[in-house]
């Protein structure tokens, strides 16, 4: 175990539906981050927020809209997709945002798939 | 019809023999480097690192090599294990604000 805990592990939902991924980490990180993996493109980076606020929104489609609440939990929350957005969805967070050269540990992802 | 997926190269070694996996990374300004490995329907699990400033760094069973001048990192494992297949990806901290880019991936396959 990582330290970082994403719920749930399996999501089916359509088109039409709202849902939300949650992300948990207790390790004092300040930096979370959400990457989307799919079987057609290397792991990619979605968001980054550092210390709560958003530093990062990498052209990423506003039916995904991440929050922060606090250093500890990272939603996002999904809306209107389309099936190309099936994919594996990871949380990660580090100690600090990744300039200062400190390694990313990754939750067990949310296998999301949009019918 | 057909599906198109990301083709991964693939190792595949024998139990007991040593593994080399390669990567090229994209940006000469990365200072930081990662191997993660991935199996079947879990994230990412972190294995070793090294900065710029090395050229070389050992872990339980792992070695991590950093070629600056041609942009080369390697991963080697020694007596590889069944235990040992996944998918091993690279990371680089060249994305903006430092985030991490991470490589394509090579799948390890073990032999028993």
């Known amino acids: 175990e990582t330290g970082v805990t994403q719920t749930p592990r399996h999501l089916v939902m359509g088109m039409t539906n709202k849902k939300s991924l949650k992300c948990e980490q207790h390790l004092g990180h300040n930096a979370m981050y959400w990457y989307k993996q799919s079987a057609k493109k290397p792991l990619e980076l979605m968001f980054v927020y550092n210390f709560k606020e958003q530093t990062e929104n990498n052209s990423v489609p506003s039916r995904f809209s991440p929050e922060c609440p606090n250093s500890s939990h990272l939603f996002l929350h999904l809306h209107t997709l389309q099936p190309e957005d099936s994919a594996l969805y990871l949380c990660?967070?580090?100690?600090?945002?990744?300039?200062?050269?400190?390694?990313?540990?990754f939750g067990q992802g949310t296998r999301l798939t949009v019918v | 019809g057909e599906s198109v997926g990301l083709h991964l190269p693939t190792l595949s070694v024998q139990e007991g023999d040593n593994s080399i996996i390669n990567c090229a990374y994209s940006?000469?300004?990365?200072?930081?480097f990662i191997w993660y490995k991935q199996e079947s329907g879990k994230g990412p699990q972190f294995i070793i690192d090294i900065r710029s400033n090395m050229d070389k760094r050992q872990g339980q069973r792992v070695t991590v090599l950093l070629n600056k001048t041609v942009k080369h990192l390697s991963l080697q494992i020694a007596a590889t294990q069944p235990g040992d297949s996944a998918v091993y990806f690279c990371?680089?901290?060249?994305?903006?604000?430092?985030?991490?880019?991470f490589g394509k991936g090579t799948k390890l396959s073990v032999k028993p």
């Open positions: 940006n000469s300004a990365s200072d930081y």
């Open positions: 990371a680089e901290n060249g994305g903006s604000q430092g985030n991490l880019i």
């Open positions: 990660a967070s580090s100690q600090a945002t990744l300039t200062r050269g400190t390694e990313a540990f």
